[in-house]
């Protein structure tokens, strides 16, 4: 039950973006592009998406469990980090190289094109290089969050 | 390349992607961010990886649900090349792990629940996204 729940909702998911158009770079692009081609349709796709979860999230935690769960898995509410701000920093960067992010990326991977495969070995690579550094250190970046 | 300003479909498209973060909240307890759960099914492997890998299958069939819904051909304009999608996926990489999540974990998940940590995130990598942006479409590029 739990495995065909997250099998229909990723596909609710990877719809929101097929329809949105975060899945494709060039229009994620162009979203930052206000000195060029710009486009400010993901401004929408965040305005959509904040004003459904915003309102969703307050009536689920109203109960006290998930329905399919033991218990609700938030991320701890700690500090703001340097770590945290240069990590997102240099995802920012990353992102504006090629419009791709990780939640654009899975849906178009089907395609039958190269591109997104290609940076889906990028980012395994750096995913699993980050992933063995912090576990061997013992540093937990708050998983549940991402 | 030059994209249409889609206001309705950008909106509806994430009311879905609100929805499903919502309902995935609401039934399994988990938050829906990729970086997540992409990275809970890399070594170590997280424990409850069976979640994760039906999360990330129906996200790689949604292109088949949206064409039986009548959607139209998904437009993808790839402008980089081979050598900087591979660099763009590695720095993108790094850059998550450590930033604890990415446009979703944060940027609509995060922010729905007023995480300070996800503001300061999302404006953070919004702010450099638009500087890369600028630097490689009007500084390098040109």
Same mark, same amino acid.
């Given at each position: 039950?739990?495995? =065909?729940?997250?099998? #229909?909702?990723?596909?609710?998911?990877?719809?929101?973006?097929?329809?949105?158009?975060?899945?494709?770079?060039?229009?994620?692009?162009?979203?930052?592009?206000?000195?060029?081609?710009?486009?400010?349709?993901?401004?929408?796709? #965040?305005?959509? +998406?904040?004003?459904?979860?915003?309102?969703?999230?307050?009536?689920? #935690?109203?109960?006290?469990?998930?329905?399919?769960?033991?218990?609700?898995?938030?991320p701890?509410?700690s500090?703001v980090t340097g770590t945290l701000i240069g990590g997102a920093a240099v995802f920012g960067?990353?992102w504006? =190289?090629? +419009?791709?992010?990780?939640?654009? =990326?899975?849906?178009?991977?089907?395609?039958?094109?190269?591109?997104?495969?290609?940076?889906?070995?990028? =980012?395994?690579?750096?995913?699993?290089?980050?992933?063995?550094?912090?576990?061997?250190?013992?540093?937990?970046p708050s998983?549940?969050e991402s | 390349? !030059?994209? @249409?300003? *889609?206001?309705?479909?950008? !909106?509806?498209?994430?009311?879905?992607?609100?929805?499903?973060?919502?309902?995935?909240?609401?039934?399994?307890?988990?938050?829906?961010g990729?970086t997540?759960?992409?990275? $809970?099914? !890399?070594?170590?492997?997280?424990?409850?990886? @069976?979640?994760? %890998?039906?999360? !990330?299958? $129906?996200?790689?069939?949604?292109?088949?649900? &949206?064409?039986?819904?009548?959607?139209?051909?998904?437009?993808?304009?790839?402008? %980089?090349?081979? %050598?900087?999608?591979?660099?763009?996926?590695?720095?993108?990489?790094?850059g998550v792990?450590y930033g604890a999540g990415c446009t979703s974990g944060h940027g609509?998940c995060g922010l %729905?629940?007023?995480s300070p940590r996800s503001l300061a995130a999302t404006l953070t990598f919004m702010a450099t996204a638009?500087? *890369?942006? &600028?630097?490689?479409?009007?500084?390098? $590029? @040109?």
């Open positions: 039950m739990r495995i =065909l729940a997250a099998l #229909m909702l990723g596909m609710l998911f990877g719809l929101g973006i097929l329809i949105s158009g975060m899945g494709n770079p060039a229009k994620v692009l162009n979203f930052f592009d206000v000195a060029g081609s710009w486009d400010p349709s993901l401004a929408f796709v #965040m305005a959509g +998406g904040l004003l459904v979860n915003v309102l969703g999230h307050q009536f689920v #935690m109203r109960r006290s469990a998930p329905m399919l769960a033991q218990q609700f898995e938030l701890a509410t500090p960067i990353g504006g =190289l090629s +419009g791709f992010c990780p939640g654009g =990326l899975i849906p178009v991977l089907g395609l039958g094109r190269s591109g997104p495969l290609l940076f889906l070995l990028g =980012l395994l690579v750096g995913l699993g290089a980050a992933r063995l550094r912090m576990v061997r250190q013992r540093f937990t998983e549940a | 390349m !030059l994209t @249409t300003f *889609t206001p309705f479909q950008s !909106l509806c498209g994430g009311a879905l992607i609100g929805l499903s973060a919502t309902l995935l909240m609401l039934l399994l307890g988990r938050v829906a990729v997540g759960i992409v990275a $809970g099914l !890399l070594p170590p492997v997280s424990h409850d990886w @069976t979640w994760r %890998a039906a999360f !990330l299958a $129906g996200m790689i069939f949604s292109p088949w649900l &949206y064409a039986a819904a009548g959607g139209g051909v998904i437009a993808i304009g790839i402008s %980089a090349g081979p %050598a900087m999608l591979l660099a763009s996926g590695l720095i993108v990489g790094v792990s609509i %729905a629940r007023f638009a500087a *890369t942006v &600028y630097f490689v479409r009007h500084v390098w $590029g @040109t």
